[in-house]
């Protein structure tokens, strides 16, 4: 198996850093640019494992697409994609395949069977299939009801209302968002249950306003009118999430980091991070269009709920070991179907450097300032826990992170980030 020993540094650190584009926000861009009629101009995507497995898929939908240094020019299909009996493979890529699902639902000629990777095939897409299929479209689980592999046919989708439960996963009120313009009539969703990661569906709807679609919000659910998307030029901002590895270097290290495309008004889930670093003793500002964050103590425990941004979930179990008392991190049981049960992910390889854990129903406790020792680190082949970890290596002597190639489904570059701030 290939493995990665990380270099520690020494404190306090003094970076810059420009990161590339968002995934949530380029995964949105081009399923909203491959609905338009006409050619947008997509820059700074985030090309990684899953933004390139969407892309792929929409071009065999009839997309077309060319990529260039720094971005993508892609032709849409104005609502209308079509297929030829392709399976279409979308490796561990969550959000990617249950997009796609719906977007693939509007197909007016033959068949696709989506499937993944073996993990891919455990998370649950039954909610989102249940509201398709109530819109009229053609769907048949191949291995298990509520699940990938899917095949999708032409079907007769309408709009109208549709009632969907959101309490797995916000992906799926975005997944039918994004086709709503191109149902007869437009969309109004009702929401049963509590609705997790909303602020990935205010991206989404974000998105889809930037394209020319203005989505109602609602009491119980939200309405999207009858309509179509502007092809137009879309910039895409730095992704939060990847941020977060080297935002929380201050609090670890002393002395401030700097990302230069990340705004301070940036509405991506996982700014919620800021607003934790300023209540636990950083200094976190506005610098020119993107956030400077500096510590100048070490930071204070604290007690978050990540219902709203659960990718934020190991970059704060690393942060909590390094915080002057216990942490409490809560608020998202759906963790464990993400790409690996993240609580007991982190809390056995925590625990295995020799942090003070313990694993909650829906997050983690950790006692902060145990003293730390190096180990070998299994990432479940998941690029957030590899990246988490990695960055507890900057600190603790003796890190080696096994698979390190696993990173390339969000932040194929990571590993160079790493070697330009050990450098």
């Known amino acids: 198996?290939?493995?990665k020993a990380v270099r520690p540094l020494q404190g306090p650190v003094n970076l810059r850093l420009r990161l590339p584009g968002s995934k949530s926000l380029t995964q949105r861009a081009l399923l909203c640019a491959a609905l338009a009629r006409g050619t947008s101009r997509i820059r700074n995507p985030l090309l990684s494992e899953d933004t390139l497995l969407l892309a792929r898929a929409l071009e065999i939908s009839g997309v077309r697409m060319e990529r260039r240094s720094g971005e993508i020019l892609l032709s849409g299909t104005g609502g209308q994609p079509a297929f030829s009996g392709e399976?279409?493979?979308?490796?561990?890529?969550?959000t990617g395949s249950r997009f796609f699902l719906a977007y693939a639902s509007l197909t007016v000629e033959g068949e696709a069977l989506l499937?993944?990777?073996?993990?891919l095939h455990e998370r649950p897409m039954g909610p989102l299939l249940e509201a398709l299929r109530a819109l009229g479209a053609r769907l048949y689980c191949t291995e298990r009801e509520g699940y990938l592999p899917v095949r999708v046919s032409p079907g007769d989708l309408r709009g109208g209302r549709v009632e969907l439960s959101?309490?797995?996963s916000s992906q799926f009120v975005s997944a039918l968002l994004l086709i709503g313009p191109y149902l007869p009539g437009g969309l109004e969703?009702?929401?049963?249950?509590?609705?997790?990661?909303?602020?990935?569906?205010?991206?989404?709807?974000?998105?889809?306003e930037d394209f020319g679609v203005r989505v109602e919000k609602e009491e119980r659910g939200f309405r999207v009118p009858e309509g179509q998307y502007q092809a137009r030029e879309y910039e895409v901002e730095g992704d939060a999430s990847s941020a977060s590895y080297f935002l929380i270097l201050p609090a670890l290290l002393g002395g401030s980091?700097?990302?230069?495309?990340?705004?301070?008004?940036s509405v991506q889930a996982d700014t919620l991070?800021?607003?934790?670093?300023?209540?636990?003793?950083?200094r976190v500002e506005s610098a020119g269009e993107g956030v400077r964050v500096s510590f100048s103590s070490p930071p204070r425990g604290f007690e978050i709920n990540l219902k709203k941004a659960p990718d934020l979930f190991p970059t704060l179990c690393v942060l909590a070991a390094f915080a002057e008392g216990p942490s409490r991190i809560f608020g998202a049981p759906h963790l464990r179907y993400k790409e690996c049960d993240r609580i007991s992910a982190m809390a056995t390889e925590l625990s295995r450097c020799g942090a003070r854990v313990r694993e909650l129903p829906d997050g983690i406790e950790i006692q902060g300032g145990a003293p730390l020792t190096g180990a070998e680190i299994e990432t479940y082949d998941d690029?957030?826990?590899a990246m988490a970890l990695a960055v507890l290596g900057l600190r603790v002597p003796g890190i080696v992170i096994r698979n390190p190639s696993c990173v390339s489904k969000s932040f194929p570059e990571f590993w160079d980030y790493l070697e330009k701030v050990s450098s």
């Open 1 to 3: 198996m290939e493995k």
């Open 87 to 94: 399976r279409i493979f979308f490796g561990n890529n969550g």
């Open 115 to 119: 499937y993944g990777k073996p993990r």
């Open 166 to 168: 959101a309490e797995k």
């Open 189 to 208: 969703i009702e929401l049963r249950g509590e609705m997790v990661s909303t602020p990935y569906v205010d991206l989404t709807c974000r998105v889809m």
């Open 257 to 265: 980091v700097t990302v230069e495309n990340l705004p301070l008004s």
């Open 273 to 282: 991070l800021l607003r934790l670093l300023a209540d636990i003793g950083g």
């Open 383 to 385: 690029h957030r826990i």
